[in-house]
């Protein structure tokens, strides 16, 4: 009996413990000091990292992309994500935060107000970002119009309902370090930049554990579709069978080397790519290349 | 004599067998059609895909020929290959979405888009590599809007 007392003592603490550890971890003021932000490099930023993908109303193109009012809905396994309204409006937009409101957001998933983001908003890859790019990407930001359409509320069964959730997934899962470690070519490495960090290609190209952690061992091995239905293919080497002229003319053109074309939410993410220099193509290609191989 | 009747039974059950398919599956004649648009179209893009990768030299009429036909076939395409009910689900091997038929205007419009990217690409195909290349995005763009809104992703 007295064990028993001891036991659940220590669970207490434990979990105590763990709510502590799970709590809110935001940067630092000093972390964004004497930084200066470039709204035309942030404008690169802003397409490789797909904000506009999500963000925008559904189905829209040209000048409309840039309008961030939210909307779009994403199914998973936890619930439905309603993407929020990050356009400049200052009351249902993002137009009030600062750069380290931005930088909290998609670096910790952290609010303005020190609540935890559900990792829908891919904070696990923007998390590598570079603090030159949040800034960039900032004044990009404030470049764009506003529009006071409200944001809508996750569609979540509990427990996903709990923000407190989310501060156990991050102690497990949120991480600076790269998926694929290790030194790589100049090339390789601006490539392994684009797609772990802002075009976060392993958000839906690797599959996930129970808890929602991206199954780092099986990297781009392909996972299930959200949605539910196919399966989001594996992109490792040997699985594709593509050469680096056919990676690059696929995120240029959206055609496969069997002239297929791209479908589904890839779309987006082609035309995301294409906007950015060849360089930058050629980059993804051969970091692409360089990944283990999984079956 | 045997070898005959047998060979004429089995020619009637595989006739029958065909008729009995078609009466089940009455789209089945307009997917063949739609896949071999699409396949005419994927191997026209592989002519002048390869010149785009730089895996073959550019040749202009060779380039010029293969837009021809993609403009061709991109003319062909109209609802006449999408008749009402033959979507993913419904007719066999089809990957076409109802949406098709919810919102047939901007269907049409995507596809009259097709057609104006590929007179483009025309002109493009025609004139060097480089605005071959270029051309091949917007052409791409043109192809996966509609995919993208109207075609059931693959596994």
């Known amino acids: 009996m007295r064990l028993l007392g001891w036991l659940l003592a220590l669970g207490l603490i434990g979990a105590g413990g763990l709510w502590v550890l799970a709590r809110p971890n935001p940067l630092s003021e000093s972390d964004v000091a004497g930084l200066t932000g470039d709204a035309v490099k942030g404008e690169a930023v802003f397409w490789a990292a797909g904000c506009a993908s999500c963000h925008m109303a559904a189905e829209a193109t040209g000048d409309a992309q840039l309008v961030l009012v939210g909307g779009q809905r994403f199914p998973s396994d936890f619930g439905t994500f309603i993407a929020p309204n990050i356009s400049q409006d200052p009351t249902h937009g993002i137009g009030g935060w600062s750069l380290l409101d931005l930088a909290n957001a998609l670096k910790r998933g952290v609010s303005p107000e020190g ?16 603090m030159q790019d949040v800034a960039d990407l900032y004044a990009f930001l404030q ?61 839906c190209h690797t599959a996930r554990n129970m808890l929602g952690g991206m199954d780092t061992a099986r990297w ?69 290349l360089a990944v283990p191989s999984v079956e | 004599m045997k070898t005959i009747t047998m060979l004429a039974a089995a020619l009637a059950v595989a006739g029958f067998a065909a ?3 078609d009466a089940e599956d009455p789209f089945a004649d307009t997917v063949e059609m739609r896949h071999g648009l699409m396949l005419q179209m994927a191997t ?48 066999a091997d089809s990957y076409a979405l109802p949406a098709i038929w919810a919102t047939p ?10 057609n104006t990217a590929a007179a483009t690409f025309q002109v493009a195909a025609a004139t060097d590599v480089d605005a071959l290349k270029t051309g091949m995005g917007a052409l791409g763009g043109a192809c996966s809007a509609c995919h993208k809104a109207y075609r059931q992703p693959e596994e």
Request: charged fraction near 15%; charge should be negative; hydrophobic fraction near 45%.
């Open chain 1, 115 to 130: 609540q935890h983001y559900y990792p829908a908003l891919p904070y696990g890859s923007y998390a590598k970002l570079q």
């Open chain 1, 143 to 203: 470049t764009l119009p506003a529009d006071a359409t409200p944001s809508q509320p996750h569609e979540l069964g509990f427990p996903f309902s709990r923000r407190e959730t989310i501060g156990v997934w991050k102690l497990l899962f949120l991480t600076e370090d790269w998926s694929l470690p290790g030194n790589l070519t100049p090339t390789a490495d601006r490539g392994r930049y684009i797609a772990e960090a802002l075009a976060h290609c392993g958000e």
């Open chain 2, 44 to 91: 026209d893009l592989g002519t002048v895909g390869a010149m785009a990768k730089g895996e073959v030299a550019y040749d202009a009429a060779v380039a010029s020929k293969a837009a021809a036909n993609i403009a061709a076939v991109a003319s062909v395409i109209s609802m006449a290959q999408w008749p009402e009910g033959s979507q993913y689900g419904a007719a």
């Open chain 2, 105 to 114: 205007d901007d269907f049409l419009t995507k596809i009259a888009d097709l």
């Open chain 2, 19 to 21: 008729f009995a398919q």
């Open chain 1, 220 to 288: 781009l091995a392909g996972a299930p579709n959200p949605s539910g239905e196919g399966r989001i293919p594996n992109i490792t080497p040997a699985a594709l069978g593509w050469t680096a002229p056919d990676i690059v003319a696929y995120l240029t053109t959206g055609f496969t080397p069997e002239f297929d074309s791209v479908g589904g939410h890839m779309v987006h993410v082609v035309e995301n790519m294409a906007r950015l220099p060849e360089s930058d193509r050629v980059a993804v290609a051969e970091y692409l």
